[in-house]
């Protein structure tokens, strides 16, 4: 089962909770606010900061802030920052895995195809994108002006 972990979730929530401030938040204010685990949620937030997304901001007033335009942050940049490579089967670990049936396996191609569909996906969602048109965005949170499909499937 292709599943996010709930770091990445926390992460994501946190970025599209900037995005939409457009101004810093503390991890604590974030932590109650959706209900997640401060000492967990501080660890992802320190990783993004690392990672370069977020800014630190020291003080009274401090948190983190969005170190880059949340239309320029993908979600799949983002979930391999937290969770590492995204892949559907062992077969696509970015070093072409072999197992025991890899020469004769009749599912490689279409799940390859499906592995590929998911990357690009997940490329094409900005934090932006993740807005929800319901609330009041900010400038760096516009809603998406291009609407996504994937084969049939209406995305944004």
Do not use: W
């Amino acid at each position: 089962m292709l599943k996010l972990s709930r770091k990445a979730d926390y992460g994501l929530i946190s970025l599209k909770h900037m995005a939409m401030k457009n101004t810093s938040a503390s991890a604590r204010e974030i932590a109650e606010t959706y209900g997640i685990p401060l000492p967990l949620l501080a660890k992802v937030l320190q990783k993004l900061a690392r990672s370069g997304f977020l800014q630190s901001e020291n003080g009274a007033n401090g948190g983190y802030k969005l170190r880059r335009r949340a239309s320029e942050i993908t979600t799949l940049e983002v979930i391999r920052t937290i969770d590492g490579p995204v892949f559907l089967t062992s077969c696509y670990t970015g070093t072409q895995g072999r197992c025991g049936v890899s020469d004769r396996c009749n599912v490689r191609e279409p799940l390859q195809k499906v592995h590929d569909g998911i990357q690009s996906l997940l490329a094409g969602i900005t934090i932006a994108d993740m807005c929800d048109e319901q609330e009041e965005p900010t400038p760096a949170c516009a809603p998406p002006q291009t609407t996504i499909y994937y084969g049939d499937l209406k995305v944004l």
